[in-house]
């Protein structure tokens, strides 16, 4: 599967993150800093990046190398008409023979609120549905208000809940997670 190095929304740009450079790690770094306390809730990864040099190594390893195998495909995503970095947006877990994939997303404190990430989510689903996927799935945390609206806001189906089918992280208790879907047909 192939996708394009950039997605153009209304209000939004989704683009590979490249080429890798520390002052885009700066950028992502911030805005993971400044809404810390808010993205350590759902994404363990957050507590690991410590620093800008976690950021740019992210960068390096996981995006450079998911771009390369076509295994998935993460995007930056900026405002349109400021250029401003808000979030992050994943094509992930990407199955040929099934023609599936799973979106992932994080955006800034600053950029919650306005719509942001249903528009990038309509924009890269678009994409991957007119490039061979048949079903995309989000799966996300059921306490997780926000995630959990978005996916519904943008028209998926709630195929059902995964009861304590993971440790959270900060309560190392069980949780449930949700997994909507929507296929290509439902766009």
Request: aromatic content about 10%.
């Amino acid at each position: 599967m192939e996708m394009p190095e950039k997605i153009i929304a209304n209000r939004l740009i989704l683009e590979r993150p490249y080429p890798v450079t520390f002052k885009l790690a700066e950028e992502m770094f911030a805005a993971v800093d400044l809404s810390r306390q808010t993205l350590r809730l759902w994404l363990p990864w957050v507590d690991a990046t410590k620093t800008v040099e976690d950021e740019f190594s992210f960068l390096v390893t996981y995006c450079s190398d998911n771009w390369k195998n076509k295994s998935g495909f993460p995007y930056i995503i900026r405002k349109k008409d400021t250029n401003e970095f808000i979030g992050s947006i994943d094509l992930m877990k990407i199955n040929e023979e099934r023609k599936s994939g799973e979106i992932g997303y994080w955006l800034s404190d600053t950029a919650v609120g306005a719509g942001y990430m249903q528009e990038a989510v309509h924009a890269l689903e678009t994409e991957g549905f007119a490039r061979g996927l048949n079903r995309i799935v989000i799966g996300n945390d059921t306490r997780n208000t926000r995630s959990v609206n978005v996916a519904m806001r943008c028209g998926y189906h709630l195929d059902g809940v995964m009861r304590q089918d993971r440790i959270d992280h900060i309560s190392q208790q069980f949780v449930d997670s949700n997994v909507f879907s929507k296929l290509k047909f439902e766009l």
